[in-house]
């Protein structure tokens, strides 16, 4: 499975971004997908994950209610929609995907997670 991840950028606070991950080698509907993010300095911290039908969704607590993670299988692409976007979400955006059981637990953990991208950069001016 290869993953590419797009459309990051220099936006200034209160902007919206969309970023995207295209999977290929393995049909996105066969795996769960997330977003993990790493600013300078600090450790890969999950941001959005989504079950592979897309039936459910889950978010870490800084970005409910101003992210929206969504997939297209048709297109083997998933989403990370980013309004409201602060100075702090500044960070390296990364796409994972795995295969098997994907529940909230195990969703935020990098570690479960096979396939990663390679990450693109979103910047948040003040």
């Known amino acids: 499975v290869q993953l590419q991840a797009s459309g990051g950028g220099l936006v200034q606070a209160g902007g919206s971004l969309r970023v995207s991950c295209a999977a290929s080698?393995?049909?996105?509907?066969?795996?769960?997908m997330g977003w993990f993010r790493q600013a300078p300095g600090k450790e890969r911290e999950f941001v959005a994950a989504?079950?592979?039908?897309?039936?459910?969704?889950y978010y870490t607590d800084s970005v409910k209610g101003r992210f929206t993670i969504s997939r297209d299988n048709a297109k083997n692409t998933v989403y990370l929609q980013m309004n409201s976007l602060k100075p702090e979400d500044t960070a390296v955006y990364y796409c994972?995907?795995?295969?098997?059981?994907?529940?909230?637990?195990?969703?935020?953990?990098?570690?479960?997670?096979?396939?990663w991208g390679q990450g693109t950069q979103v910047t948040v001016s003040s």
């Open positions: 989504i079950a592979r039908s897309g039936d459910s969704t």
């Open positions: 080698g393995r049909t996105s509907s066969s795996l769960g």
């Open positions: 994972a995907a795995r295969q098997g059981v994907f529940s909230s637990s195990v969703a935020r953990l990098p570690g479960f997670y096979a396939y």
